[in-house]
């Protein structure tokens, strides 16, 4: 079982920027992916972000080149820094953890973009 625990959300102006952090206990495995995923009203939820132990990363397309998904083993800690944001960023962010085709879910933090 894996917990997840995340924070950074908020109220941010258009054009402003948030960090948004995942730390993960219990049982961590090695090589799992760990990622970001954001659901606004009415709406599904979609993958923003996915990094692997190694590092690799992958975007969606509508946040490539504003966010950066990076990862803290030593602490099994995501992140997400998320610049430039715009209204349609807004949404409650979830962060995720897959080893083994097993998944977690953390419990949601709402990121709000707005003047």
């Known amino acids: 079982q894996v917990q997840l625990v995340e924070s950074g959300g908020g109220l941010v102006q258009p054009g402003g920027s948030l960090r948004l952090s995942c730390a993960a206990s219990?049982?961590?495995?090695?090589?799992?992916?760990m990622g970001w995923y954001r659901q606004a009203p009415g709406k599904q939820r979609e993958l923003v972000a996915s990094?692997?132990?190694?590092?690799?990363?992958n975007y969606a397309d509508s946040v490539k080149g504003r966010f950066t998904i990076s990862r803290d083993n030593a602490r099994n800690t995501v992140y997400l820094r998320m610049n430039s944001l715009k209204p349609e960023d807004t949404a409650v962010y979830y962060c995720?953890?897959?080893?083994?085709?097993?998944?977690?879910w953390g419990q949601g933090t709402q990121v709000t973009v707005s003047s």
């Open positions: 990094v692997t132990y190694n590092s690799v990363a």
């Open positions: 995720n953890y897959v080893y083994s085709n097993r998944a977690s």
């Open positions: 219990g049982s961590i495995f090695s090589t799992n992916v």
